[in-house]
């Protein structure tokens, strides 16, 4: 019997594509990342999509590859930030697989996304910290709600966050899919 897959959410700049890459690796399981995928199928970048065909278009891509990934098995999948705010793209991941959610203090986000211009929502955006503070508060619940478990990789190194990540992972695979809901979630700021 294959293995449920690992699926990881989190806002921009928490390392899922990293992370998720180095624990395909370990595990075995193929790497897919939505963006990347969504960019293959459009044969533009994520920016352009938002660009010329705008925010509506680039949700339903988003959608359709969910659909697709959810149905195959021993896959890290790696998604878009914005994937949670659609409850079917949920429903659909958590029957997949374990859903982790890589979490990150807002000043580090905003450090880790201040040097990269490929983020269309980060983008034009004055002040970013401010921008990723609101932001992270507006979604905050819909991560939580829809993560199996949290690893917050505020001040970790990679190795260190694939290996918490893992270890996460294991643990749940062992129970799954009878996985517990998440205990009572702890603020993040
Ligand atoms: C988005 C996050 C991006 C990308 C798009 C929208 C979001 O992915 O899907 O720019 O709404 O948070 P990353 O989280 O991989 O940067």
Known sequence: MSQPNLVLIGFMGTGKSTIGRECAEKLGFAFR??????ERRAERSIAEIFEHQGEPVFRGMESATVRHLANQPDQVISTGGGVVLKSANIALLRRSGIVILLWAKAEEIAKRCSTRRTRPLLTNV????????????????????????????TGLGRDRSVDIVLSEYRRLAEIWPKIPPLESPAKHA
Not at 33 to 38: E, G, N
């Open 126 to 153: 004055e002040d970013t910290l401010a921008h990723v503070t609101k932001m992270l508060d507006q979604r905050e619940e819909y991560y939580f709600s829809a993560a199996h478990a949290v690893v917050d990789t």
């Open 33 to 38: 990342d939505t963006d990347a995928c969504i």
